[in-house]
């Protein structure tokens, strides 16, 4: 299936052709489903704090930064806006084809009603040369949308004006940076925040932040140090055809697509903080409505603060002593905390087996990675969520579920997917290293058997492509992790151009 020609160029991407061909085992043979046990809700699963814990949690992070933790923001921002202005491109398709300025109208509305209330609306206004109400509908479509003007349909979302401030105006980069200095500035005051960017507009976000560096440091009493990476080609996945086959180019080289947001776990690896936050670009608040974002931030870091020290007790106690000198008193200590701490339930009849047996599988549960993830009550929006599920060595636990990985053809499963109470709105805070500072090695973790295939085309062709397990689902899989419920107000995602206008985007 792969020709000497083709094993040369997987290896110069710097992939291996063994995972080549397990990637297209898995087009063959799909991804198995998981096993969904019950939702995560409040008080089972999902821990809802009180007043005092988030005081509580928010002080001892104050404290542990005041003691020198490094700290470090993550946003993937690689992503291009073209779908949140998908309803203009479609009505700019239909204006181009003749469909006349009244029925298109119809579909726009709303959108041009309020165009003033966006807050690029004065960029849009100065190119135009007057007033956009008093131009025909397609000059202003592709004003906005092309490289005609100020081209948005084209950029990502990171570099689109979202909120007004006087007669200032700030991107969904800006924000993040504004919001980092709030509750992610390390001790000696810099803030250091990584976003994954797509090669072809990192000259744009670097002009960007020149831009905005000097006032933006002199507002929060900070050091921006922002680093960006992109997604490596080696995780690429190879396409292939509705029959399975590779999919080749003209010139007969193979296919690659990028991998989606499960590919970012490798930029993820490359960075060094004892904490990290995660959280989607297009997700930001204007300043009035930070507060609450800015108190659960701290108590959800504080709460993996204090949870990792217990952790890290345990593993120095692993580490350090066999299991002939352990006795039952703390693994049955050991055991309650792993099932009513971090929730995870062991393989069963595991504790009915050899002492030596248990003391290992509870040694590698406690030497992994943790996070702790906000989640939302389930309000509608579209998004993965918090379940108790079966992991593919027999444990039962906490993990981030996308409908796309449970069986469509399992009533049982789909109705205990229907009773899920919350969402994941990519609201984490994780540390990766271990009792000693070590880093662990991320890819250790994941489940490599949770991708997702989807139908794409490429120069008129049909294809299948293959994504790897999501960032915060199959690639942090392995991890352990506590979920916490947030307030909704800490969730403001921007999927639509017209979700501008919501009240939570729009001036106080």
């Given at each position: 299936?792969?020709?000497?020609?083709?094993?040369?160029?997987?290896?110069?991407?710097?992939?291996?052709?063994?995972?080549?061909?397990?990637?297209?085992?898995?087009?063959?043979?799909?991804?198995?489903?998981?096993?969904?046990?019950?939702?995560a809700?409040?008080?089972?699963?999902?821990?809802?704090?009180?007043?005092?814990?988030?005081?509580?949690?928010?002080?001892?992070?104050?404290?542990?930064?005041?003691?020198?933790?490094?700290?470090l923001?993550?946003v993937?921002?690689?992503?291009?806006?073209?779908?949140?202005?998908?309803?203009?491109?479609?009505?700019?398709?239909?204006?181009?084809?003749?469909?006349?300025?009244?029925?298109?109208?119809k579909d726009?509305?709303?959108?041009?009603?309020?165009l003033?209330?966006?807050?690029?609306?004065?960029?849009?206004?100065?190119?135009?040369?007057k007033?956009?109400g008093?131009?025909?509908?397609?000059?202003?479509?592709?004003?906005?949308?092309?490289?005609?003007?100020?081209?948005?349909?084209?950029?990502?979302?990171?570099?689109?004006?979202?909120?007004?401030?006087?007669?200032?105006?700030?991107?969904?980069?800006?924000?993040?940076c504004?919001?980092?200095?709030?509750?992610?500035?390390?001790?000696?005051?810099?803030?250091?925040?990584?976003?994954?960017?797509?090669?072809?507009?990192?000259?744009?976000?670097?002009?960007?932040?020149?831009?905005?560096?000097?006032e933006?440091?002199?507002?929060?009493d900070?050091?921006?140090?922002?680093?960006?990476?992109?997604?490596k080609?080696?995780?690429?996945?190879?396409?292939?055809?509705?029959?399975?086959?590779?999919?080749?180019?003209?010139?007969?080289?193979?296919?690659?697509?990028?991998?989606?947001?499960?590919?970012?776990?490798?930029?993820?690896?490359?960075?060094?903080?004892?904490?990290?936050?995660?959280?989607?670009?297009?997700?930001?608040?204007?300043?009035?409505?930070k507060?609450?974002?800015?108190?659960?931030?701290?108590?959800?870091?504080?709460?993996?603060?204090?949870?990792?020290?217990?952790?890290?007790?345990?593993?120095h106690?692993?580490?350090?002593?066999?299991?002939?000198?352990?006795?039952?008193?703390?693994?049955?200590?050991?055991?309650?905390?792993?099932?009513?701490?971090?929730?995870?339930?062991p393989?069963?009849?595991?504790?009915?087996?050899e002492?030596?047996?248990?003391?290992?599988?509870?040694?590698?549960?406690?030497?992994?990675?943790?996070?702790?993830?906000?989640?939302?009550?389930?309000?509608?929006?579209?998004?993965?969520?918090?379940?108790?599920?079966?992991?593919?060595?027999?444990?039962?636990?906490?993990?981030?579920?996308?409908?796309?990985?449970?069986?469509?053809?399992?009533?049982?499963?789909?109705?205990?997917?229907?009773q899920?109470?919350?969402f994941?709105?990519v609201?984490?805070?994780?540390?990766?290293k271990?009792?000693?500072?070590?880093?662990?090695?991320?890819?250790?973790?994941?489940?490599?058997?949770?991708?997702?295939?989807?139908?794409k085309?490429?120069?008129?062709?049909?294809?299948?492509?293959?994504e790897?397990?999501?960032?915060?689902?199959?690639a942090?899989?392995?991890?352990?992790?506590?979920?916490?419920?947030?307030?909704?107000?800490?969730?403001?995602?921007?999927?639509?151009?017209?979700d501008?206008?919501?009240?939570?985007?729009?001036?106080?």
């Open positions: 299936m792969l020709t000497e020609k083709d094993i040369i160029a997987i290896r110069g991407r710097g992939s291996d052709p063994e995972t080549v061909l397990k990637q297209l085992a898995y087009f063959r043979n799909g991804f198995p489903y998981l096993q969904i046990i019950k939702p809700t409040v008080g089972d699963g999902i821990k809802r704090l009180t007043n005092n814990e988030i005081v509580e949690y928010g002080r001892y992070y104050d404290e542990s930064v005041l003691q020198g933790i490094s700290l923001k993550f993937p921002a690689s992503g291009a806006a073209s779908r949140m202005f998908q309803s203009l491109f479609e009505a700019k398709d239909k204006l181009e084809k003749g469909m006349s300025e009244e029925e298109v109208r726009l509305d709303y959108f041009l009603n309020n003033q209330k966006f807050s690029f609306y004065g960029d849009l206004q100065r190119l135009l040369g007033s956009p008093q131009l025909p509908v397609l000059e202003i479509l592709d004003q906005l949308l092309t490289e005609k003007g100020l081209n948005y349909g084209n950029l990502p979302k990171g570099l689109l004006r979202f909120h007004q401030y006087g007669n200032k105006a700030r991107t969904s980069f800006g924000e993040h504004i919001e980092g200095a709030l509750y992610a500035k390390n001790h000696d005051k810099t803030v250091r925040i990584h976003f994954t960017v797509s090669p072809e507009h990192l000259e744009r976000f670097n002009v960007h932040l020149d831009e905005i560096r000097k933006f440091e002199r507002i929060t900070s050091s921006l140090a922002i680093t960006f990476s992109e997604q080609p080696s995780t690429d996945t190879v396409a292939v055809t509705p029959g399975n086959e590779p999919f080749r180019n003209e010139d007969g080289s193979l296919l690659f697509r990028p991998a989606g947001h499960g590919a970012l776990l490798e930029n993820l690896d490359d960075l060094d903080a004892d904490l990290v936050f995660i959280k989607n670009i297009d997700n930001v608040a204007p300043d009035y409505l507060p609450a974002t800015i108190t659960y931030k701290k108590a959800l870091a504080g709460l993996l603060l204090k949870t990792q020290q217990h952790i890290f007790n345990y593993q106690i692993f580490d350090t002593r066999h299991y002939s000198s352990l006795d039952s008193v703390f693994l049955a200590e050991a055991a309650n905390f792993l099932e009513n701490i971090l929730h995870v339930l393989p069963e009849n595991l504790y009915y087996t002492k030596e047996d248990l003391y290992y599988y509870l040694k590698s549960r406690f030497d992994r990675p943790l996070r702790v993830c906000g989640m939302v009550k389930n309000e509608g929006e579209p998004g993965g969520g918090p379940f108790w599920a079966k992991n593919r060595d027999g444990s039962v636990s906490l993990q981030i579920v996308e409908s796309s990985q449970i069986d469509p053809g399992d009533a049982d499963q789909i109705d205990i997917l229907k899920s109470t919350h994941n709105p609201d984490l805070v994780c540390a990766f271990n009792n000693q500072g070590k880093k662990y090695h991320l890819a250790d973790y994941r489940d490599p058997q949770s991708g997702f295939i989807a139908k085309s490429k120069d008129g062709k049909e294809l299948k492509a293959q790897l397990p999501g960032l915060w689902n199959g942090m899989a392995g991890w352990n992790t506590l979920f916490v419920e947030v307030p909704i107000e800490t969730f403001n995602p921007v999927k639509t151009v017209n501008l206008l919501r009240k939570e985007h729009q001036p106080e």
